[in-house]
């Protein structure tokens, strides 16, 4: 399968929020990236629902929203009522990690577990039937234009492992924080099938070439 990139509008322009989802549906987009941020689980204030629903407006691209923020489950159908397509909460968030993607599941939604750079995969074994989808932060959350940690690579390889070894090679691999075009060929060779990508897409002037060169990336990593 070829990699799938998701611009992160938390990079895009906020002001002109509608324009900025329809330039990267144009320009290649796969996913639509929708950062949530409570400023308790992570030191950062961003958006919720409402906005989700206006860009449902705009785009029939799959909405994938990262809910960084704690007690998830008093949300989740207000973000499925928005329009949401994927729900990924943070492992370290949930008291009941299963009852939540139970529940994103029966909302209609794919249901997704994020874990931090230090949190390691053994997480996942208690909950791997219920998973669509784990986001690998190769960042600490919280903050576009963050360095990417090199540490974490090879934790999406074990976690590709995990998935398959359980049956579970539909389910997929996105990496978020710091993906640009040298590090997107390294995590896309490890396992990741979705990369989340901010000021690398949004921060170019040239949306489709900047998603071209990470898929490209991508291709050269694979071949070489």
């Known amino acids: ?107 209609g939604m794919k249901a997704g577990v994020a874990l931090n750079p230090a949190t390691p995969e053994d997480h996942l074994a208690y909950v791997i039937n219920d998973l669509d989808l784990v986001l690998v932060m190769t960042v600490n959350p919280g903050f576009g234009g963050q360095k990417f940690i090199a540490e974490v690579v090879p934790k999406i390889a074990r976690i590709r492992k995990m998935l398959d070894d359980a049956g579970r090679n539909g389910a997929i691999i996105a990496v978020d924080g710091g993906i640009d075009a040298t590090t997107a060929g390294i995590v896309h060779a490890a396992g990741a099938g979705v990369l989340i990508a901010g000021k690398s897409v949004y921060g170019e002037a040239d949306v489709s070439k900047a998603i071209a060169r990470l898929k490209e990336s991508c291709s050269s990593k694979a071949s070489a």
């Not at 002001?15 to 992570?42: K, Q, T, Y």
């Not at 489950?73 to 928005?82: E, G, I, M």
């Open 1 to 107: 399968m070829g990699v799938l990139i998701a611009p992160s509008i938390l990079s895009a322009d906020f002001a002109n929020l509608g324009a900025e989802v329809r330039r990267a549906e144009s320009g290649g987009a796969d996913w639509i990236h929708v950062d949530v941020m409570d400023g308790h689980f992570v030191p950062n204030l961003t958006i919720g629902p409402p906005v989700v629903k206006a860009i449902r407006g705009v785009t029939e691209l799959p909405l994938d929203c990262h809910l960084m923020i704690t007690e998830p489950d008093r949300y989740l159908a207000d973000f499925a009522k928005a329009g949401a397509s994927h729900v990924t909460v943070h492992a370290e968030a949930c008291i009941h990690l299963q009852r939540t993607l139970a529940q994103i599941k029966s909302l």
